[in-house]
């Protein structure tokens, strides 16, 4: 499978309430977590906070703020730090992978990948940037310097020091480097060839220097150099090196001096701040304002703003502060996603990973409801008391209300209500532990409203609570190991046996009796792909699609799945879609989650993206990954869609991103309601016009007023998608259109479901 075919995306990004659908079909927009700042750097009116996958401008006046991320221009996730040059007004937004982003007073993104791209160099990273009053950006990266000009947009020189520099700075025309092996000087305006790296002076010995060092960080202030050398920081003068701070234990983050003097950040398991004024006068910042200290800067005002891996941005109004405000974003705590649930208004993200991907994780759960973010994990003492603040795996909401349930593989169940969390454990439930845990993983509701959990490794592994709140449980025939889970149209319940295959479980709605309990395990020997099963999905048709470590499977089998000659079905995928004769649904893909839309196009989540698949699995629709779309990472944790509004929720490792699909959910009879955005459509707008609420996949004619055929289409589900042209391409006049619809199963005849007004 080697050639796939590829929609193109727009994309879209905006501050938004969750419940209102405010991007249009085909674009996307993020909840990514921008709580970290890791770098800061500032123009005389702005502020420009890094994060792991974004900046934020934050205006120094009213702290109003606006975020940039590949959802909005940018070329790469995975930020690694900015900086600003007043010269030219630019932005340079540099990313992990070593390529960088200039963005112009204007707006304008250009983006530059030579430095990542370059085959001289195997390390390429970018550790640090030095910016002269010039315009031209020093590069400190893990081989050497490279000097770009940021008034031409060219690249100008490339000094090889062999070695990684870490930082570098400029005084009096000499260029100063500090690097893993030392400090390096070179006078940029004589006959030296700087390229050559023998003609660079080196502090040594002579210089007052240790024999062997290294020096992370440098700047140039009070006509003097600034540097660290084996994690002490030092100023040289004209008799050799003085001592300015050490720390034991501690070191050297950064030295910086954007404001009248020089913040010095040392780092251990908490960090130090230290500020030496133009007097020289050595002041500790307030070290409950540092906790892990990111970078930091001084504004022409006097303020600190210090940056933190731990969710704050803090501001200390100078140096003889006591205390300081912490400015916080509102966005999810972390980027960790491992499940999404979604209903009237409210979203939930289960943060934890499945199979200990990332173990102990206290992060919690996070809530989006009326536009706030609110985290239950660590931070909530009921929680900690129960040991139920970490490794939040799944969430659901209650069928019939509001409640949210949370499966925690540590500490059980968890019960939301409201604001009222109860926590369900071994002391008050029929669950089970496994050693000194309640493991939880799986959760699903029934018809009935009874909430089926696989409780992972107990004696009895399948556990309901009843909708009349009492509880049962049930042995198993495989390991204990439960984990995912879904429930069928027949009330089977299918759970992941870790590692091992799938088992299907049915108690027929007689708790109490065991007698007539049905049981099936399945494996590679009824057609899985493999026995590593990581998701499962019910399609609209009731058939159950399975996702493994090598592909996909569907079970057709309907209310016989107990009969053992009831096999998977291996999709064979048309071999018109791809080079590759006879190929099997996605085969050789880790599918990690399967999600179904209302056009029940199945969406399959794998550690390369999002594949779309026509409904019977054997066309490609798209493929969404990271070179291709907004999506901060490919590996896909979950998908859940929407089908009030077609948006689809995809949970990367990364974070979260929304996209707008062209399917909703539907009835088997149009909506009293049929709505069409725009309308009317109006001469600038450019894109498709969708007609919702609609029978399910009904066959839909446009006309004009008189009657004649002008366009024909079929619904996705209960939305169809017309692009305002006749099958010539012919834009469509002002005037009124009529839309006809029939019923889903074509019984009805056709009849007038809504009208669109053009104006042109």
Known sequence: ??????????????????????????????????????????????????????????????????????????????????????????????????????????????????????????????????????????????????????????????????????GITKLHDTLYVASDDGIFYGNTTGNLNLQDINQWSYFDIEDGFPAVYSSNAICDKFNSIYFDVND???????????????????????????????????????????????????????????????????????????????????????????????HSINAPYTSSVNDVALKNGVLCIATAYENHLAPDNKAGFFTLEEGLWKRYGSNIKYLKDKDAAREHHKAIFHPKDNRLYISSFWGGLIEKNGEELVVYNSENSALQKFGNNTRVAGIAFDDDANLWMANSSAQKPICVMKEDGTWANFNVTTSPDLRDMIIDSYGNKW????????????????????????????????????????????????????????????????????DRDCKGSKRIIDSNEFDDENAYLLSGENINTIAVDGANRKWFGTDNGVFVLSPSGQQQVAHFDTKNSPLPDNVIRDIEIDPNS????????????????????????????????????????????????????????????????????????????????????????TGVYLVFGTNADNSAPESIVTKILFVK
């Open 1 to 166: 499978m080697n050639r796939f075919f590829t929609i193109t995306v727009l994309l879209f990004f905006t501050n938004f309430v969750f419940g209102q659908t405010d991007i249009s079909i085909g674009q996307w927009k993020g909840y990514l977590s921008e709580k970290s700042f890791h770098y800061l750097t500032q123009s005389e009116t702005t502020l420009y906070l890094a994060t792991p996958l974004s900046y934020i401008e934050m205006d120094k006046s009213d702290g109003s703020q606006r975020s940039h991320s590949k959802l909005n221009g940018l070329t790469h996730s995975n930020v690694s730090f900015v900086k600003y040059d007043k010269t030219t007004k630019s932005l340079i937004v540099i990313y992990n992978n070593s390529s960088f982003d200039v963005v112009a007073e204007n707006g304008n993104i250009t983006s530059f990948s030579a430095i990542q791209t370059d085959g001289n160099f195997l390390a390429r990273a970018i550790n640090d940037i030095y910016i002269d009053g010039n315009g031209l950006a020093h590069f400190a990266c893990k081989f050497g310097v490279v000097i770009f000009d940021l008034k031409e947009y060219e690249f100008v020189e490339t000094y090889d020091f062999q070695t990684s520099v870490n």
């Open 646 to 733: 077609g948006e689809v929720y995809i949970g990367t490792r990364l974070g979260l991103v929304v996209y707008r699909s062209d399917a909703t959910g539907s009835k088997k009879f149009h909506s009293t309601n049929v709505t069409v955005f725009p309308n009317p459509v109006r001469p600038d707008y450019t894109g498709v016009i969708a007609i919702k609420g609609l029978a399910e996949n009904s066959n839909v004619k446009i006309t004009d007023i008189t009657g004649k055929l002008f366009y024909e289409t079929k619904a996705l589900g209960g939305q169809a998608i017309w692009d305002g042209k006749d099958y010539n391409g012919r834009i469509a006049s």
């Open 495 to 562: 759970f992941v046996v870790f590692g091992q295959g799938i088992l299907v479980f049915n108690e027929h709605g007689t708790f109490d009796d065991k007698s007539d309990d049905e049981k099936r395990f399945i494996t590679i020997n009824d057609n899985l792909p493999e026995n590593h099963v990581n998701g499962m999905a019910l399609d609209l048709n009731g058939d159950v699609w399975v996702g493994t470590l090598d592909g996909a499977v569907v079970f057709e089998c309907g209310s016989s799945i107990m």
């Open 232 to 326: 002490t920081v030092f100023v040289k003068t004209n008799d050799g090196i003085e001592k300015i701070v050490s720390e034991e234990e501690y070191g050297v983050k950064y030295i910086t001096a954007e404001g009248a003097g020089i913040l010095i950040g040392l780092v251990n398991t908490e960090g130090k701040l230290y500020y030496l004024d133009e007097q020289k006068e050595l002041t500790e910042l307030p070290s409950k304002c540092t906790g892990a200290v990111g970078y930091g800067i001084e504004d022409e005002n006097g303020t600190f703003w210090i940056g933190s891996k731990w969710h704050d941005l803090r501001e200390i109004s100078g140096k003889n502060a006591t205390d300081c405000k912490y």
